[in-house]
């Protein structure tokens, strides 16, 4: 039965208008067989997760959720949904200024369970196990190497979790004048503690079979990885390991992390990736590094000391080498000073410098935040210089950002005025790009 309801009214900065939504929705999964063919002369089968819902709105702002959880016996049903709304005005994208209304449902669980041990998941199956990354993020956010990966979109299947052995099924095909079949399953262990719970282990593996590409990148493949930890009061240390086997190639990759807490703020750590280069079919990772073994390094570390009462002073710098097994490689050392003011909370100023020793080049960040009891704003300016050719301009960046916003004026809502995406280096007679002013309110649920 229904849980709860939560209906949030906000009122919008100073129109004063009050504005709420409605949500409701349901979700499930079946098997379908046709027995008639389609336009196309061929009949279908498989798994389909079925989901809907109705979101009213008005004047497009506002958030609500519904959760059934409820039960009386050992078997029941579990739903989530959760609905928000925004809007963004935004310049750039466009030739024109533009306003831009969306809104988002996410129906966040759908389950059928037994006991407490056992959950049937509705909703579509995920991907399997990814343990080894690269620890340098891009601006996407997502690891720049990733080289063995699970790479298909959620697919139409189940789920089941029996006490927290965890795994996935999902099939889809087509007969008659055409023949069409894809099978998909993952699995993943519990987390193994062993020590006095101080090392934990996991471990998954993945797989497809299929007579087409219709559903995956790759149509038929085997994969799977494991991954350990160790935690006590100062160090912490992880270790992972992905694999696969994909179309008569071998792929893999490993990475590891390790951390001494110096005191409550500093710490000295140290992370390592590897992967085969032949195999990762990555732009731009090819030639000298065919035969290679990918080896990447990074050593950082940190100290935070009080200049007065009212000034924190930090100081951090790293060390890193790329490509280490190859005779191209390329050092790079770091170091960035912050300073806390204003009794060690309201100001924060830091400027990073990276110097890259075999491509010349010099990078600086200097990035301001204040945070006030309303409202938070920063700025960051980020040069670049390029010393390799002494015929261009040394001056290859000047990136600008800032922003203001607020969490508190209106309840479960941020809103904000950004300006980003600037580079003011000259190309011919304009600036490389002028940015996007975005102002901003999303409302979501917590």
């Known amino acids: 039965m229904k849980k709860s309801i939560i209906v949030i009214l906000i009122a919008l900065i100073v129109t004063g208008f009050a504005f709420a939504g409605t949500l409701k929705g349901s979700a499930g999964i079946r098997f379908d067989v046709e027995l008639d063919k389609n336009d196309a002369g061929f009949k279908k089968w498989g798994f389909a997760n079925a989901a809907s819902w109705e979101y009213s709105f008005d004047f497009e702002v506002d958030t609500t959720a519904v959760e059934v959880g409820e039960h009386q016996t050992d078997l029941w049903a579990e739903l989530a949904i959760s609905g928000s709304a925004s ?21 966040k669980k759908a389950e059928i369970h037994y006991g407490e041990d056992l959950i049937i998941g509705l909703l579509k199956v995920d991907k399997g196990v990814d343990y080894a990354k690269h620890y340098t993020k891009n601006s996407d956010g997502a690891p720049i190497f990733n080289t063995v990966k699970d790479d298909h979109e959620a697919i139409a299947g189940f789920t089941v979790n029996f ?38 282990v996991q471990a998954g593996g993945y797989g497809a079979y299929a ?26 240390a992880g270790i992972g390991f992905d ?5 008569e190639k071998f792929l893999y990759e490993a990475s590891a992390d390790a951390s001494y807490k110096l005191n409550d703020k500093d710490s000295v750590k140290l992370n390592v990736y590897a992967t085969p280069g032949a195999l990762t079919g990555l732009a731009g ?4 590094y065919e035969k290679a073994l990918k080896l990447d390094a990074k050593l950082s570390a940190g100290y935070t000391f009080d200049l007065d009462e009212n000034t924190e002073v930090g100081v951090t710098g790293y060390v890193e080498v790329t490509d280490a097994l190859i005779d191209k490689r390329e050092i790079t050392i770091s170091a960035t000073e912050s300073a806390k003011l204003l009794e060690k909370k309201a100001l924060e100023l830091s400027l990073t410098e990276t110097y890259k ?19 938070v704003a920063s700025a960051k300016i980020s040069p670049s210089f390029q010393f390799a050719n002494s015929d261009a301009d040394a ?4 990136g600008f950002e800032c922003e203001i916003y607020s969490e508190a004026i209106i309840e479960n809502a941020k809103i904000g005025l950004k300006y980003s995406g600037a580079d003011f280096v000259k190309a011919g007679d304009t600036i490389k790009k002028a940015g996007t002013i975005s102002a901003y309110a999303t409302i979501s649920f917590k």
């Not at 963004?88 to 129906?107: M, P, Q, T």
């Open 211 to 236: 007579n087409n590409s219709d559903v995956f990148a790759r149509a038929t493949y085997v994969g799977g990885g494991a991954k350990a930890a160790y935690a006590a009061d100062k160090i912490t």
């Open 87 to 107: 809007f963004g005005l935004s310049k750039g994208k466009k030739a024109e200024d533009f306003f831009d209304g969306s809104y988002k449902v996410e129906l």
């Open 285 to 288: 990772y090819a030639g000298d």
């Open 357 to 375: 020793v075999y491509a010349k080049t010099l990078d600086l960040i200097l990035s301001a935040k204040y945070t006030a009891a309303k409202f």
């Open 243 to 247: 694999a696969m086997y994909d179309d």
């Open 395 to 398: 001056l290859t960046k000047l």
């Open 163 to 200: 006490k927290d052995w965890y795994g996935g099924f999902a099939t889809k095909g087509s007969w008659g004048d055409e023949t069409k079949y894809t099978f998909y399953g993952h699995g993943r262990t519990p987390e193994f503690k062993f020590a006095e719970d101080s090392v934990t």
